[in-house]
């Protein structure tokens, strides 16, 4: 079973800043089955970023997805102050089966 | 538009049973694959079973398997979880998610598209 392992937990920033957060897979993952999602307190998951690096429908560009293999990163260019909020990587396993990582938290500094 | 409203939650002793329903609409249900996925409070994300659209494909994750049963009515738009030995730590809010597909030539790539609000599941005595 892999592993994803997000870091850091927590990533205290000002708006208007960068963020960059990692997704660490414990063995090699598809790009395509790479997926990231952005969870605000009382709200389901959004999808942000599949297939690693494509935008989901209606998100700003300030969001972008890269990486292959075992190390992914979801970066937001500017901080806006409705992106403060938790992220969670994804990534579709064999059969059918899915795993997220442990979500990383971007809170206002 | 499309929308996933789950329904089912509540209060349930360890060892109980529960059912969950999502409804769904503004999309044709039959052509889409389907997921539940729990959150334990303060918790991250965990992806509980998967159906194809046809049902002829389920999966489970290990730590659900033999005591969920999903299901799915593609005549009434509708998923279900049946949770039956329920246990504290399958206390969580679940969603239910519809999984996207897009292909991209020889590359197909999935993801859960769309989300439902959520339904709280609390196992105590």
């Known amino acids: 079973e892999i592993v994803l392992t997000q870091s850091p937990g927590t990533l205290s920033l000002s708006p208007g800043e960068r963020a960059t957060l990692s997704c660490r897979a414990s063995?090699?993952?598809?790009?395509?089955?790479l997926a990231w999602y952005q969870q605000k307190p009382g709200q389901a998951p959004r999808l942000l970023i599949y297939?690693?690096?494509s935008r989901a429908t209606g998100i700003p560009d300030r969001f972008s997805g890269s990486g292959s293999g075992t190390d992914f990163t979801l970066t937001i260019s500017r901080l806006e102050p409705e992106d403060f909020a938790v992220y969670y990587c994804?990534?579709?396993?064999?059969?059918?089966?899915?795993?997220f990582g442990q979500g990383t938290k971007v809170e206002i500094k | 538009e499309v929308q996933l409203v789950e329904s089912g939650g509540g209060l349930v002793q360890p060892g109980g049973s529960l059912r969950l329903s999502c409804a769904a609409s503004g999309f044709t249900f039959s052509s889409y694959s389907m997921n539940w996925v729990r959150q334990a409070p303060g918790k991250g994300l965990e992806w509980v079973s998967y159906i194809s659209s046809s049902s002829s494909t389920i999966y489970y994750a290990d730590s659900v398997k033999g005591r969920f049963t999903i299901s799915r009515d593609n005549a009434k738009n509708s998923l279900y979880l049946q949770m039956n030995s329920l246990r504290d730590e399958d206390t969580a809010v679940y969603y239910c998610?519809?999984?996207?597909?897009?292909?991209?030539?020889?590359?197909?790539?999935?993801?859960?598209?769309?989300w439902g609000q959520g339904t709280l599941v609390t196992v105590s005595s």
């Open positions: 063995q090699s993952v598809s790009s395509s089955y």
């Open positions: 297939g690693a690096s």
């Open positions: 998610a519809r999984e996207g597909i897009t292909f991209g030539g020889v590359i197909v790539l999935y993801y859960f598209d769309y």
């Open positions: 994804q990534q579709y396993g064999s059969s059918r089966t899915w795993t």
